[in-house]
């Protein structure tokens, strides 16, 4: 590899941990290994092309350009969470992949039994990944966080709001939103 090669691989890298917290070729590579995942398997469950995942992983791409397989991405690692707290076996993970595959993404307003409870309504995890989803496809999380800081002295709950919806976990964002739920 070239130097400019090079400058281009550590640079996607870089907007990888800005853009998901970490370069994807780390995160892909421990999603394989806490779900005892090998390449193909990863990237048929994210709805990926087996080459476009590994382009991913090397840094050749850095983005993820659907916001769906962005959505199978947090959905993978909020299930390999609890592989490793035991809440989920084996079995029930590799059959909770199988749902993971089969989801189309989109907006929680729509009508798809994928995205709502049984009344209907978004589940309160849908909504906040939409949320991040749509802040993250935005702007990088440093640059989020830099709003956040500019907004603080005047608008302290919409600087927290995007701290941690913009650059947080699902689980904090859950959890902020339903706290300020009536």
């Given at each position: 590899?070239?130097?400019?090669?090079?400058?281009?691989?550590?640079?996607?890298?870089?907007?990888?941990?800005?853009?998901?917290?970490?370069?994807?070729?780390?995160?892909?590579?421990?999603?394989?290994?806490?779900?005892?995942?090998?390449?193909?398997?990863?990237?048929?469950?994210?709805?990926?092309?087996?080459?476009?995942?590994?382009?991913?992983?090397?840094?050749?791409?850095?983005?993820?350009?659907?916001?769906?397989?962005?959505?199978r991405v947090?959905?993978?690692?909020?299930?390999?969470?609890?592989v490793a707290?035991?809440?989920?076996?084996?079995?029930?993970?590799?059959?909770?992949?199988?749902?993971?595959?089969?989801?189309?993404?989109?907006?929680?307003?729509?009508?798809?039994?994928?995205?709502?409870?049984?009344?209907?309504?978004?589940?309160?995890?849908?909504?906040?990944?939409?949320?991040?989803?749509l802040l993250?496809?935005?702007?990088?999380?440093?640059?989020?966080?830099?709003?956040?800081?500019?907004?603080?002295?005047?608008?302290?709950?919409?600087?927290?709001?995007?701290?941690?919806?913009?650059?947080?976990?699902?689980?904090?964002?859950?959890?902020?939103?339903?706290?300020?739920?009536?």
């Amino acid at each position: 590899m070239d130097a400019v090669q090079q400058e281009a691989t550590a640079r996607a890298r870089e907007l990888q941990r800005s853009w998901y917290g970490e370069p994807l070729g780390a995160l892909f590579r421990r999603l394989i290994d806490d779900l005892g995942l090998n390449q193909a398997r990863l990237a048929a469950v994210l709805g990926l092309s087996a080459p476009m995942l590994s382009q991913l992983m090397s840094g050749q791409r850095a983005k993820i350009g659907n916001p769906a397989v962005v959505q199978r991405v947090q959905a993978l690692q909020d299930l390999a969470g609890q592989v490793a707290d035991g809440s989920v076996s084996a079995a029930e993970a590799t059959d909770r992949m199988d749902e993971i595959k089969k989801t189309q993404g989109g907006s929680v307003l729509t009508n798809s039994g994928q995205t709502t409870t049984g009344s209907g309504a978004p589940t309160v995890k849908r909504v906040v990944r939409e949320i991040q989803s749509l802040l993250r496809s935005v702007s990088a999380a440093g640059d989020i966080i830099d709003a956040a800081d500019s907004l603080a002295p005047s608008h302290p709950e919409l600087a927290e709001f995007l701290r941690v919806y913009g650059a947080g976990r699902t689980a904090d964002a859950v959890a902020h939103y339903e706290s300020h739920q009536n």
